[in-house]
C-alpha cells in the first residue's frame, strides 16, 4: 500500500502554502516555489507523523483527495514502515505484546518497530507479515 496524505497547496503572495487536509490540517508550511512548497511539505508532514508515533497517539489513515490543488503527499520511510506495521497489528487486534509473543521477542522489541526511526531488516520484517497473516511487498 502506497501510504500519501493529501496536502492543500495555494498560492500565498509571493509563495505557495501548504496544509494538510482534516484530519492532518495542523500540518502548514510553505515555499518561495512550488517544489519548495513540496518538499517543505514532505518534512512537515513526516515531523508530524514521528511525533505520533513516539507518543503512541491515534494516527487515522489518509483518505485520497481528488481536487485539483490537492497532491496525495508520501512521508519519508522512516515514518511510513512503522505506521504501516502499527496499522497492520492493530487490524489483526493484536496489541504489542501478543504480536511480541507470536515473534518469541520482548514486547519493546515490537514497540522500537513501530517508532519513527525504526530499520528493520527485510527479514525481520517477512516475520512480522508472516505473524501478523500477512505477506511482505516491497517497492521502490
Not at 508532514?45 to 505520533?52: A, E, P
Not at 490537492?70 to 511510513?80: A, G, H, L
Not at 528493520?120 to 507479515?129: F, G, R, W
Amino acid at each position: 500500500m502506497k501510504l500519501a496524505f493529501p496536502i492543500r497547496f495555494y498560492p500565498d503572495g509571493d509563495a505557495v502554502s501548504a496544509q494538510g487536509m482534516a484530519p492532518y490540517d495542523g500540518i502548514i508550511t510553505y515555499g518561495m516555489t512550488a517544489e519548495e512548497a513540496r518538499f517543505n511539505a514532505v518534512e512537515a508532514l513526516t515531523g508530524y507523523l514521528q511525533v505520533l508515533l513516539e507518543h503512541g497517539d491515534p494516527i487515522p489513515v489518509p483518505q485520497v483527495v481528488e481536487a485539483p490543488d490537492v497532491e496525495m503527499i508520501v512521508p519519508d520511510p522512516t515514518v511510513t514502515v512503522p505506521l504501516q506495521l502499527r496499522w497492520a497489528r492493530e487490524e489483526a487486534n493484536l496489541t504489542q505484546g501478543e504480536l511480541a509473543t507470536r515473534l518469541g521477542v520482548s514486547y519493546q522489541s515490537v514497540q522500537r518497530l513501530e517508532r519513527s526511526g525504526a530499520n528493520p531488516s527485510i527479514k525481520t520484517l517477512v516475520k512480522v507479515a508472516r505473524a501478523l497473516g500477512r505477506n511482505l511487498t516491497v517497492a521502490i
